[in-house]
């Protein structure tokens, strides 16, 4: 929303004052104003559920929408974010849609790096707790200290890797389960360059 605001030059009314007589500010100065506000009160507005409108639209200018809707959902988000980090669990099974692993790390580092922003090595010990074994295991990294944390881009080439490998897995057993069902059928299968039916 902010940027569109500033796309079309009217967020300025979020943060300064309109222009008084008081002030020395012309007539057309204090109109352009108004006109901005409206404009941006409007943006604000419009991109509110149906739902939602009414409790906002009684608020007269830009700002006062902008200040409204930030106490209703301008709530701390890094611990936020911290609190679904850490409750995250990674779904290996890609039934119902579920979002690819791939997929579901950057969301994990996203969250982590959002919710501790200031401790990138607490975000990555963290992750490496939540990877699958076989992932965490070779993106683990020993430290000039000692100490052993995950390496973020360790652990996406291995990430990488473990999928298209398991990708590679399924597409085998697929292949097979295939022709097992084809054989059971009595349909006709290669063997050694010999055609064979049941």
Known sequence: MLLLLNTVGVAHVLSEDPPSGDDGASPEAAKKWAREDAV???HILAALSDRLLPDYARHATGR?????VARTYDVDTPSVSWRKFTELEFKLNDDGGAPSFLEQLAHAEALGH???PSL??????TLGQKL???VASRATVVLSDGSISVSMD???E???IW?????SEEDELNVRAAMAEDEEKGFVCCNMGKNITK
């Not at 990138?120 to 010990?125: A, R």
């Not at 999928?163 to 990708?167: G, H, P, S």
Request: net charge positive; glycine share 6%.
């Open 114 to 116: 959002a919710g501790q």
């Open 40 to 42: 941006c009160r409007g």
């Open 132 to 134: 699958p074994a076989d």
């Open 163 to 167: 999928v298209k490998n398991r990708i």
């Open 64 to 68: 006062a929408v902008w200040r409204a």
């Open 154 to 156: 360790k652990a996406w």
């Open 120 to 125: 990138p090595d607490l975000v990555e010990y």
């Open 158 to 160: 291995v990430a990488r």
